[in-house]
């Protein structure tokens, strides 16, 4: 059974910062991996999705990395700003196209 | 507006009450999920839908039932709601482009058993 972990499950920083959200996975053999915002009274929003294929994404500040092999991905959010507060969610998406989430990781940046 | 909707919003029920949450989308997508997200947890997935003559259970259907109206509406019951039931709850659907498949998810409904 896929297992999906989310270091660290809360982060504060000060406006401006690069930061690095974690998430582990116990199978790597995945179809896909994504990262989603989460904001308060609202659903999720995709953020960027990578194939199995792919090593990573890129979307305006964010960046993510995929290890397949390792079974790690990591998104960096770059010059964070305080409307980057939200919790962000891995989801792997494994054979039978479901997904599988992380815990998530509740961040605040601070003006 | 909004291309996945969920109605209530909202909702405080009593124990053993039969309960529905309803979930309309204007995508035209064929595949339909419904998750629940309890504090500090993922989502985890209660029962999908690829079409609306196929309906699979996921991993914890246990205390819930669906039903897939029409291509646009799937529908969450809880038949005898119990306190545990108590989360948030959404809807999703998707589609699968060039073997790639997006989620797009609704605003929640947020379920209080007391």
């Known amino acids: 059974k896929q297992e999906v972990t989310q270091i660290p499950a809360a982060l504060s920083v000060p406006e401006g910062e690069n930061l690095v959200l974690n998430c582990s996975f116990t199978?790597?053999?995945?179809?896909?991996l994504q990262w989603f915002r989460q904001d308060p009274g609202k659903g999720l929003t995709s953020l960027l999705l990578i194939q199995s294929s792919q090593r990573e994404q890129t979307s305006g500040r964010l960046n993510a990395s995929l290890d397949k092999s390792s079974g790690r991905s990591t998104l960096y959010i770059a010059a964070s700003q305080p409307g980057d507060s939200a919790t962000y969610l891995c989801a792997v998406n494994n054979a039978g196209n479901m997904l599988t989430f992380g815990g998530g990781t509740r961040l605040m940046v601070k003006p | 507006d909004a291309d996945v909707t969920q109605t209530p919003r909202n909702r405080i029920t009593k124990t053993g009450k039969r309960i529905m949450l309803e979930c309309s989308q204007t995508k035209g997508h064929d595949r339909m999920y419904w998750y629940r997200q309890d504090p500090g947890l993922g989502l985890r997935l209660i029962y999908y839908?690829?079409?609306?003559?196929?309906?699979n259970k996921g991993e914890i259907s246990d205390g819930y039932s669906v039903s897939r109206q029409a291509q646009a509406k799937f529908s969450l019951s809880l038949e005898s709601a119990i306190p545990n039931q108590t989360a948030l709850y959404f809807c999703?659907?998707?589609?699968?482009?060039?073997?790639?498949?997006?989620?797009?998810f609704g605003p929640g409904t947020r379920l209080l058993v007391l």
């Open positions: 199978d790597s053999a995945i179809y896909n």
């Open positions: 839908s690829f079409d609306v003559k196929d309906i």
């Open positions: 999703a659907t998707s589609d699968l482009r060039a073997g790639v498949e997006t989620q797009y």
